[in-house]
């Protein structure tokens, strides 16, 4: 089954560590999302990529850092940077030529601990 | 002139009651609105789309009404079960457009009664 799987389910960090968030898609979509999602909030944008080697910033960059050297996996490094890193981060992807929208990943959670 | 806003944001509806979730947006470049339904613990997943070239569209007891000249769409949940309880999300995007990217409401939490 074609699909979204982001690994871990939860994650624990500690103070001042780098921690990376992993997320393959085997639907051959172009297009990849990180969303970041607080208690009750709705999503904020983190990164985003259209084609391999390439990304943008999304409206919360800040402290992230992404990578996209395969089509199929968009990995997220939450750094030591962002100072408040607990929250649900989500992945999607689409297609770049139909509009069908996004299909999303199950989440990681993540904690400072 | 890309946000789309959600309202209410949260919600509360008694069993077997109706449901319903307003969107509106400024961009009438806008051509796809999707619903996505969240659980909790849980991704978003695709409930429900609409274009703008229809007013109504029905998928069992979800149905999206558009009103093209209002920008306005919304969700109706007919004979809303506990099973419905979850955070809904309307989005809209221009095809073929930065790569057909969504905008986002800002979610409504329901919670339905039973």
């Known amino acids: 089954d074609g699909g979204i799987t982001q690994s871990p389910k939860y994650l624990f960090r500690k103070e001042g560590q780098n921690v990376t968030l992993s997320c393959e898609q085997n639907?051959?979509?172009?297009?990849m999302y990180w969303y970041r999602q607080d208690p009750g909030q709705g999503l904020r944008l983190i990164y985003y990529s259209q084609i391999v080697n390439d990304f943008q910033k999304g409206d919360i960059a800040e402290g992230y850092s992404v990578s996209r050297e395969k089509k199929e996996s968009f990995p997220l490094t939450v750094t030591s940077a962002q100072k408040n890193p607990t929250a649900f981060y989500l992945c999607?992807?689409?297609?770049?030529?139909?509009?069908?929208?996004?299909?999303f990943g199950s989440g990681t959670r993540l904690t400072v601990v | 002139q890309q946000q789309v806003k959600q309202s209410p944001q949260s919600l509360i509806v008694q069993k077997g009651g109706i449901s319903i979730i307003n969107c509106a947006y400024e961009?009438?470049?806008?051509?796809?609105f999707p619903w996505y339904q969240q659980f909790p613990g849980k991704g978003p997943a695709l409930l429900i789309a609409?274009?703008?070239?229809?007013s109504e569209k029905k998928e069992g007891r979800f149905t999206i009404s558009f009103n093209k000249s209002a920008k306005q769409f919304s969700l109706h949940i007919m004979d809303s079960q506990p099973g419905d309880s979850a955070t809904y999300f309307c989005?809209?995007?221009?095809?073929?457009?930065?790569?057909?990217?969504?905008?986002f409401g800002g979610g409504t939490r329901l919670m339905v009664k039973p």
């Open positions: 989005a809209a995007s221009i095809r073929g457009n930065a790569g057909n990217m969504l905008t």
């Open positions: 609409i274009r703008p070239d229809v």
């Open positions: 961009n009438t470049a806008f051509d796809y």
């Open positions: 639907l051959n979509h172009d297009a």
């Open positions: 999607a992807s689409s297609l770049l030529d139909r509009a069908y929208g996004y299909t």
